[in-house]
């Protein structure tokens, strides 16, 4: 199975910048998407970013953090990136990355474990 290992967290002042990394092993899907989720105590996992694996560099973000985050993608080294700056108090919580691929009309959802980043 595709396996996600993440790094990266930790804590940081508000305003301050932290990058996290992914890196996904077995990914041999031809479709897929690369995605990093974050989740606050008491709230549900939101998507915040995601990139299309299709060599595109096509990217998606959510409003909350659109402008401050950028997402990336290594394909050679299978390491997907999460660039956060302007960090704010709310951006608090556990972040995963997520591999969503498509094989014979099925789609498979994979997560990494979370790393944990704390603005304060």
């Known amino acids: 199975d595709v396996q996600l290992v993440e790094s990266g967290g930790g804590s940081v002042q508000a305003g301050g910048s932290l990058k996290l990394s992914c890196v996904a092993s077995k990914l041999y899907y031809d479709t897929y998407c690369l995605a990093w989720f974050r989740q606050a105590p008491g709230n549900m996992r939101e998507g915040i970013a995601r990139?299309?694996?299709?060599?595109?560099?096509?990217?998606t973000y959510a409003d909350s953090v659109r402008g401050r985050f950028t997402i990336s993608y290594d394909p050679d080294a299978k390491t997907l990136s999460l660039q956060m700056d302007s960090l704010k108090p709310d951006d608090s919580g556990v972040y995963y990355c997520?591999?969503?691929?498509?094989?014979?009309?099925?789609?498979?959802?994979?997560w990494g474990r979370g790393t944990q980043v704390t603005v304060s």
């Open positions: 990139i299309e694996g299709d060599g595109s560099g096509t990217t």
């Open positions: 997520a591999a969503v691929a498509w094989y014979m009309e099925s789609q498979y959802t994979y």
